[in-house]
């Protein structure tokens, strides 16, 4: 599976944005996904996931309750609202997938799109 991440850019403190990762091919509900991010200097660090149906979700303690990962198999794609963004929010954002749920190693990565957040 190929993925195309999106919709990263600048955004005030507080505010919000919407990334989207779009995947090829025809059997993107057989993979679960997820998105990472890495802030410069940092190490790359799991944010949120989201198994094949989309009902069943995990997020870092950093994100939770203000970022919401969905997907739209139809679609073939993965979303990452992300609310009451904070200046620490600023990364490059990675989606990912796996046939596996939660693995210990993604398989497959996009190209990261960029997230800044000013304060």
């Known amino acids: 599976v190929q993925l195309q991440a999106s919709g990263g850019g600048l955004v005030q403190a507080g505010g919000s944005l919407r990334l989207s990762c779009a995947a090829s091919?025809?059997?993107?509900?057989?993979?679960?996904m997820a998105w990472f991010r890495q802030a410069p200097g940092k190490e790359r660090e799991f944010v949120a996931a989201?198994?094949?149906?989309?009902?069943?979700?995990y997020y870092a303690d950093s994100v939770k309750g203000r970022f919401t990962i969905s997907r739209d198999n139809g679609e073939n794609t993965v979303y990452l609202q992300m609310h009451s963004l904070k200046p620490e929010d600023t990364a490059v954002y990675y989606c990912a997938a796996d046939r596996t749920w939660y693995p210990s190693i993604w398989n497959y990565w996009g190209q990261g799109t960029q997230v800044t957040v000013s304060s």
């Open positions: 091919g025809h059997t993107f509900s057989s993979y679960s």
């Open positions: 989201i198994a094949w149906s989309g009902s069943g979700t």
